[in-house]
C-alpha cells in the first residue's frame, strides 16, 4: 500500500496530454484587455491554439502571426516581428500591449526578439505611433522547454514584471488565478467580495462568456487592465492559487517589492477553500463573513447526500493541469473515493517535492501511482494491458475516446472541455465549485449506472 | 480592375491586389485577386502551417498507420481531434497520434536516437500496426535530423514494418497549401509503385482528393462498387498505406479536391500514364456530371446512369423542398481552398442560394479563377482574408449564411450570422445525393433557427410580441410561398437517418462478368 511518484519509462508520446509552450502565453495574452499578442514563428503556432480556444469557449480570440516563411527560416525573421507590430498597430488603435511569443523555430535560429523590441521602441514607436501607449513585452516560450503550464507561467511573470510599479500601496491583494475558466473567476471573485476584499485579478476572464448583442457588438476578451497591472506592484500580498501557473509571477513580486507571496493551496474542495479563507484573512485581517459559513455548510449539506452513499471506495483516474490533479485528488479522498492513478503532462522536477505530492506519499493508504511526463498511453494502456480498473475519469476532452472506449464513466474538467456543452461557465473552485464538482460527478455515474443497467433501481428511493 | 480596398486594410496597400468585386460582364481576365503569396506578419489571417498540410490534411486521414510527429507535443496535439475524418476501422487514425517529445537537449545535441526510441517503442505498443508515416516539424528541420536514414535504418531491421517520411515543416510556404504539395510528391516518389496489388475488376480507380470528412468517401465508393469499379486507393480519407502504394496500377485517377491533391495525379500521368479525370461529389447535376464521365471512360454508362436515376428520384424531391426555401438567400462562401468553385455555383442553382462572397484561405489563383468564374456579379472575393476584413465584409454583405470554420464561425455568431462548418461539416456527410440534402437541411436548419431570429431583438428599445411561446422553422420559411409550393405533395423534407453512413460498411455489392469472360 503505497503512494509511487515516478516518469513515465517510454520516451515517445502516445496521445499528449498537453500542448507546449507558446499555447500557454497565448491564453495569458487573451485575458489583457487592449491586447493581442504576436506568436512568432510558424502560422499553425497561431491558428491551431486559436482554434482550442474557439472549440473550448465556442467563442473567438485575437492573436497574430509573424508568418515564418522559409527565408525567415534561413536568413533570421526578427524584420517579420517589426513588420508584424507596425501591421497590428496600424490597424488595431485600441491596442496598447503587444507580447512577442516566440516559439521552438524562433527559439532555434536565435532571433532576438529582445533586441527587435528595443529597437522598435527606440524607433517606430517613436516615429509612427509617438502619440499612443504601446507596450512591447517578449516571451520566451520554445516548445522544446516544459509545456503550456510552464508557458502561461513564464507569461504571467513576464507580464507582471514590465507593467508592476510600487508607487502608492494599498491593501488590494493579487489574485492570480492560473489557468482557470470563466466559471472559476467568477467564484473567487464572489468569495473576495464576501470577504470585502478587492484584488488585481490576473486575469479577469469572466468575460471570455460573452453574449450575441442585437447590434452585433459584443468580442470576447479578457479584461485586466494595464492599471491592474501596473497595481500589482503596490498590493498588500500576492495569492498565487496554483503552484505551476502563477508562482513565477508571485515570486517576481516577492523580490522586486517585498510583496509576500501566497502560494497555493489551489482552492479546490472543501478543505483547500478553507484553507484559501484563512489565508486570506490572516494577511487582510478582515473576518471570515456568517454568509460564507452559510455557503459552506450548504456545500457540506450537499457533499453528505453523495459521499459515503455513492462516492466512497470509487477508483479514479485523473489528468491534467497538475494543480488540478493535484486539487482534484485531495477532494476525491476528502469525498472517501479512490484516486489511483494521477497523471501530470510533463516533466517539471519539481512535482516530486511538492508538499501535496509528498503528503500523499505519507498518507495513501492503498496502490496511488502519479506518473510524470505522462501521455494518454500512461492510462489507456494500464485499461488494455495491465488490468487496471476504474469506475471514473476525470479530465478534459482529449480523452474520450479512453471513455468511450473502455466503457468508463469520465467527467470533463480542466482545458479543454469541448466535448461537453458549458463547462467554461462553472467552477471548480471554492465551495461552489465543490458542489458542481460532486453532484457531476455523482450524475456521471448515475448516468452510466443506467446506460449499464448496474443497480440503476437503487435510485428509485434516493 | 475592380479591386477592392477594405478601410480596414487601407494602411497594408497590397492587400487591395487580394480582393475584387466582380463587375458587370467582367471575367477573370478583368476580375482575378492575386493568391498564394507570402501571408502579411501581424494581420491576422486564418491561414495554417505546411506542417498542418501535410500532415494533418493529407496524412492524418490515412487509417491503418502511426502517424508520428519528429518534434515538441504541441505540433501533434494541436492538430489532433480537430477535424472529422472518419474510417471503417473504428477510427484509428482519430484516436491515435504520436509525438517523439523533442526536449532542449534533444535540440542541443540532435533527436535521431530519440526518433529510433520513438519508432520501435511506436510499434511495439500497437503491434497490430506495421505501417508508420513521420512527419517533420520546424523544430527538427531546423535542427537537421536526417528522418529517412533513421527510416531505412529500422525498415532493415524490422522488416515487417513500412515507414513513409514526410518533410514539411510549418514555416515551407505561406500556408498549409506547401505542405500539401509537398506530401503529394514524397508519397510517389517514396511509396508509389513498390507494392503489387491484386486486380479484381476490369475497372480500376484510384480515388484521389477526397478525406472522408464524416463519411464523403465511403458514398462515393458506395457508387463506384455499385458501378462494378474497383477501388484501388484512396488518397487518403478512409485510405489504407498499402493501397496507397499500389496506386500505379490504377487505369483512372479520380480527382475530387484538385487544390490539394492534383500533384500526385500529375505525377502519375507522367510516371505512369494514367489519365487524370477531375471530378465533382457536391451536388445533384455535378456529381451526375462525374458518374457519367466516369462511366464513359470505361464504357459502362448505362450502370452510372442506373444509379443516377434511382438516387435522384429518392433524393431531388428533398432537395427541392428546400430550395424553394432557399431562394435568395445570401451565403457569404469562405472555405478553406478548393469548395469555393465546387460549391459556388451548385448551391445557386441547386438550392437557389445567392453567392455574395467567396474567399480561400490558402487556394492559389487557379482557384480563384474557377470560383470568380462560377460567381455573379457583385461577388466579392477575397485571398487569404484576415479578421478585420472579413469583419468589414459581413457588415457590407449582410449574408443569412456563411459557411466557413469553426472559429471564423464563432466571429460571424457575434455579428449575428448563423454558420455551418465548411471544413468538418456538421451533419454530413455532404458528399452523393443524399449527402446534398443534408447540407440544403443544416442550410436551412441554420437560417431559419428560431433562436436566430431572436438575436435581432432589443428588448430594450423594441416592441416585442407577447402572443407567441414559439415559433417553427416553418412558420419564419413558408410565409411568402404560395400555396402551391406550401402545400405541394411531393416536394418534401429530409427523411434519412441521423447516421447515413454506417450501413455502407455492411452491404454487399452485385457482381459483373468480366470482360473477357463476356466476351467469349
Known sequence: ???????????????????????????????????????????????????????????????????????????????????????????????????????????????????????????????????????????????????????????????????????????????????????????????????????????EIESFDSPVLPDGSAVSHGNTTIEDLVDTGNALATFALNRYEGNKAAEFLQKKFEIPAVVGPTPIGIRNTDS?????????????????????????????????MFLAEKRVAIYGAPDLVIGLAEFCLDLEMKPVLLLLGDDNSKYPNDPRVVALKENVDYDMEIVMNADFWELE?????????????????????????????????????????????????????????????????????????????????? | MPHHEFESSKVIPERKQHVVIKGKGETIADALPQGYLNTIPGSISERGCAYCGAKHVIGSPMKDVIHISHGPVGCTYDTWQTKRYISDNDNFQLKYTYATDVKEKHIVFGAEKLLKQNIIEAFKAFPQIKRMSIYQTCATALIGDDINAIAEEVMEEMPEVDIFVCNSPGFAGPSQSGGHHKINIAWINQKVGNLEPEITSDYVINYVGEYNIQGDQEVMV?????????????????????????????????????????????????????????????????????????????????????????????????????????????????????????????????????????????????????????CGEGTLAIDDPNELEGLEALEMLKPDIILTGKRPGEVAKKVRVPYLNAHAYHNGPYKGFEGWVRFARDIYNAIYSPIHQLSGIDISKDEVPTDSGFLTRQMLSDGNLSEEVRNSETLRQYTGNYDSVSHLREKEYPTFEPKAAAGA
Open chain 1, 381 to 462: 494502456n494500464r485499461i488494455k494491458n495491465e488490468g487496471l480498473e476504474l469506475d471514473l475519469i476525470l479530465g478534459h476532452s482529449k480523452g474520450r475516446f479512453i471513455s468511450i472506449d473502455y466503457n468508463i464513466p469520465m467527467l470533463r474538467v480542466g482545458f479543454p472541455t469541448y466535448d461537453r456543452a458549458g463547462l467554461y461557465r462553472y467552477p471548480t473552485v471554492g465551495y461552489g465549485g465543490a458542489i458542481w464538482l460532486a453532484e457531476q460527478m455523482a450524475n456521471t455515474l448515475f448516468a452510466d449506472m443506467e446506460h449499464k443497467k448496474n443497480k440503476e433501481w437503487l435510485l428509485n428511493v434516493w
Open chain 2, 222 to 374: 458506395d457508387y463506384f462498387k455499385r458501378m462494378g469499379i474497383q477501388v484501388l486507393s484512396t488518397f487518403t480519407g478512409n485510405g489504407s498505406y498499402d493501397g496507397l502504394r499500389a496506386m500505379h496500377r490504377a487505369h483512372l485517377n479520380v480527382l475530387e479536391c484538385a487544390r490539394s491533391a492534383e500533384y500526385i495525379c500529375n505525377e502519375l500521368r507522367v510516371r505512369y500514364g494514367i489519365p487524370r479525370l477531375d471530378i465533382d461529389g457536391f451536388g445533384f447535376e455535378p456529381l451526375a456530371d462525374s458518374l457519367r464521365k466516369i462511366g464513359m471512360f470505361f464504357g459502362i454508362e448505362e450502370r452510372a446512369k442506373a444509379i443516377i436515376d434511382v438516387e435522384v428520384a429518392r433524393w431531388k424531391p428533398e432537395l427541392d423542398w428546400y430550395k424553394e426555401r432557399l431562394m435568395g438567400k445570401k451565403v457569404c462562401l469562405w472555405p478553406g481552398g478548393s469548395k469555393l468553385w465546387h460549391w459556388a455555383h451548385v448551391i445557386e442553382q441547386e438550392m437557389g442560394l445567392k453567392v455574395v462572397s467567396v474567399y480561400t484561405k490558402f487556394g492559389h489563383q487557379g482557384d480563384m479563377e474557377k470560383g470568380i468564374a462560377r
Open chain 1, 1 to 203: 500500500m503505497s503512494c509511487e511518484i515516478k516518469e513515465k519509462d517510454r520516451v515517445g508520446t502516445v496521445n499528449p496530454i498537453f500542448t507546449c509552450q507558446p499555447a500557454g502565453a497565448q491564453f495569458v495574452s487573451i485575458g489583457i484587455k487592449d491586447c493581442i499578442g504576436i506568436v512568432h514563428g510558424g502560422q499553425g503556432c497561431v491558428m491551431f491554439v486559436r482554434l482550442i480556444f474557439s472549440q473550448h469557449f465556442k467563442e473567438s480570440f485575437e492573436l497574430a502571426s509573424s508568418s515564418l516563411h522559409e527565408d525567415g527560416a534561413v536568413f533570421g525573421a526578427c524584420g517579420r516581428v517589426e513588420e508584424a507590430v507596425d501591421v497590428l498597430l496600424s490597424r488595431y488603435p485600441d491596442v496598447k500591449v503587444v507580447p512577442i511569443i516566440t516559439t521552438c523555430s524562433t527559439e532555434i535560429i536565435g532571433d532576438d526578439v529582445d533586441g527587435v523590441i528595443k529597437k522598435l521602441n527606440e524607433g517606430l514607436l517613436k516615429e509612427k505611433f509617438a502619440d499612443r501607449e504601446v507596450h512591447l513585452i517578449a516571451m520566451h516560450t520554445p516548445s522544446f522547454v516544459g509545456s503550456m503550464i510552464s508557458g502561461y507561467d513564464v507569461a504571467v511573470r513576464d507580464v507582471v514584471r514590465h507593467f508592476a510599479k510600487r508607487e502608492n500601496p494599498n491593501d488590494k491583494i493579487n489574485l492570480l488565478t492560473g489557468w482557470v475558466n470563466p466559471g472559476d473567476v467568477k467564484e473567487l471573485k464572489h468569495l473576495l467580495a464576501e470577504m470585502d476584499i478587492e484584488a488585481n485579478v490576473l486575469f
Open chain 1, 276 to 308: 484559501f479563507l484563512q489565508n486570506l484573512r490572516k494577511v487582510t485581517g478582515k473576518p471570515i463573513p456568517q454568509s460564507l459559513v452559510r455557503e459552506r455548510g450548504v456545500a457540506l449539506d450537499a457533499l453528505a447526500d453523495l459521499t459515503h
